[in-house]
């Protein structure tokens, strides 16, 4: 399976659909266990964010904030991606990634719609000029002046082969926003105890788009903030649909977070315990807007009879929800989750995890590194969560037999299963981003191998510098000890770096 998700060599859903016929046919996994994992919770939180990102589509509310973080941050690539990389990570702190990143999407392409205009006319032009030695052209940034004449300087001229080099940055820029955003939303989970577990900033994606810009674009870039300024303007008062799509989706963040925060009681203590979860807040929400009128509510009816009374549209219609929710995209889920229950049941996970006791021959250092890279490398086929269930006590095990603080295997150990970059199903955030169909799976292996990398690099730099401070970690600590070693592997610690990871 992960070959056929690498090579496409059949559409991702239908691969994503083998294990049903696979895995009970070859002994590995019965069918009544398979089946349900198409649709687990994770699955209904995901197609309630995907619900909301239509409702915030349908109404343009997406367009409103694109625009109005234009304004603020500018028409420049890198302050662009910097932006939004902040902005998905501030909503990761409160929502799940895979919610972020259904939401931030829309918002993303309407961004590089009005820098860049229509990706399909980007890409058939830069063919185009590919196949073709064109003569010198007017630059497609003309369309960006304001001023409505049809003035035409020298400077504005360009040659076939500045149209392709302009052309094929515009592609690159466009491919790089859209990976940005489930990278920052991973990060985002950092800052919070009920995020998900950090990733690593895309640094180097950001140097590689801050090259010198020339002239054209300077003027094309003054010509757009100009028109975005303008169309903002036009969009003028906040309406009663966009005021509630807004309140609904403040409201949708605020239970996600007040549910089981952890420091505090939430919401979740007035019913059975274990009964509520954050799929249950997704379904209430969105199941509102499917109702929830789209215009302010009017009562002259009831005193006068025959004043006109304006049609009812509720904030999402389910024939908007059918067009705009990639619904192929809940089977990919569905096969990730397959594959790691697979994993799971046939012994293959607890066979690779016997293949670690090795490490305790290498030096702690060296360890670090290895254990970071090698789950990194696993998390990409299986889901992050089964995989730090599986691995965590093999890792806690082998720090214990050791007498190494277990803090500092397991630490890098749940860092690493957060690093699935490179790969659309290794997380729900990278399957949003792949389902817009703007990037190929090589573009997401490219840069996933980099930043896998920089992950375990600064995993082990982080350990063995302020790690060390922060956690004690040259001290073995007392609850370690050979005689509390079950309770550590069933108890407070596991059970807390489940809790980190819940929400993965």
């Known amino acids: 399976m992960a070959m056929f998700w690498c090579t496409e060599a059949l559409p991702l859903a239908v691969t994503a659909m083998l294990p049903v016929c696979l895995f009970p046919t070859l002994g590995i ?17 995901f197609l309630s964010g995907l619900l909301m990102a239509s409702s915030i589509e349908e109404w343009g509310l997406h367009r409103r904030i694109a625009l109005k973080v234009l304004t603020i941050v500018g028409v420049k690539p890198a302050w662009l991606i910097l932006g939004m990389m902040l902005t998905s990570s501030f909503l990761s702190m409160w929502l799940s990634n895979t919610a972020t990143t259904a939401m931030m999407l829309p918002i993303a392409n309407a961004i590089l719609e009005s820098l860049f205009g229509d990706l399909e006319t980007l890409k058939q032009k830069c063919q ?23 003035k035409m300087e020298q400077s504005d001229m360009m040659t076939s082969e ?39 900033i895309l640094i180097g994606q950001l140097k590689r788009l801050c090259f010198k810009k020339s002239d054209h674009r300077a003027e094309a870039e003054a010509r757009a903030r100009a028109l975005i300024e303008d169309d903002y303007r036009k969009l003028g008062p906040l309406n009663f649909a ?18 089981d925060p952890k420091f505090f009681s939430g919401w979740s203590v007035f019913f059975k315990k274990g009964y509520v979860s954050d799929a249950v807040t997704g379904v209430i929400i969105v199941s509102i807007l499917f109702f929830f009128p789209s215009q302010k509510p009017s009562l002259s009816w009831w005193f006068d009879p025959k004043a006109s009374n304006t049609p009812y549209v509720p904030l999402l219609s389910w024939k908007k929800a059918q067009e705009s929710v990639p619904w192929n995209i809940i089977l990919l889920l569905g096969g990730g989750f397959a594959m790691a229950k697979a994993c799971e049941e046939s012994g293959l996970a607890s066979w690779i995890g016997g293949h670690l006791q090795p490490l305790a021959e290498v030096p702690p250092a060296a360890a670090v590194m290895l254990i970071t890279a090698f789950l990194a490398g696993f998390t990409e086929f299986a889901s992050n969560t089964a995989t730090i269930i599986i691995f965590l006590p093999v890792i806690a095990e082998l720090a214990i037999r050791v007498s190494i603080n277990p803090l500092y295997f397991m630490i890098p150990a749940t860092v690493g299963c957060s690093y699935a970059f490179m790969l659309p199903v290794s997380t729900p955030p990278n399957s949003i981003a792949f389902a817009s169909g703007h990037l190929m799976v090589k573009d997401m292996v490219k840069t996933g191998f980099v930043m896998n990398i920089l992950g375990v690099l600064s995993v082990a730099l982080a350990m063995n510098t302020w790690g060390v401070a922060m956690f004690d970690l040259h001290s073995y600590p007392e609850w370690a000890r050979p005689i509390n070693k079950t309770a550590l592997l069933t108890g407070v610690h596991f059970s807390s770096v489940q809790s980190v990871n819940a929400t993965l």
């Open 29 to 45: 996994l019965p069918s009544k266990k398979l089946c349900p994992q198409y649709f687990l919770e994770t699955n209904f939180l």
């Open 128 to 150: 185009s000029v590919k196949l073709h030695s064109l003569p010198s052209v007017p630059s497609e940034k003309r369309m960006l002046a304001i001023d409505g004449t049809d």
């Open 242 to 259: 966009e005021g509630a799509i807004s309140f609904f989706f403040a409201l949708f963040a605020i239970l996600l977070f007040t549910r």
């Open 162 to 200: 500045e149209i392709q080099l302009e052309s094929q940055y515009q592609l690159k820029v466009w491919k790089g926003f859209l990976i940005c955003i489930p990278y920052a939303a991973s990060i985002g989970g950092t800052a919070t105890l009920t995020g998900t577990a950090p990733n690593l």
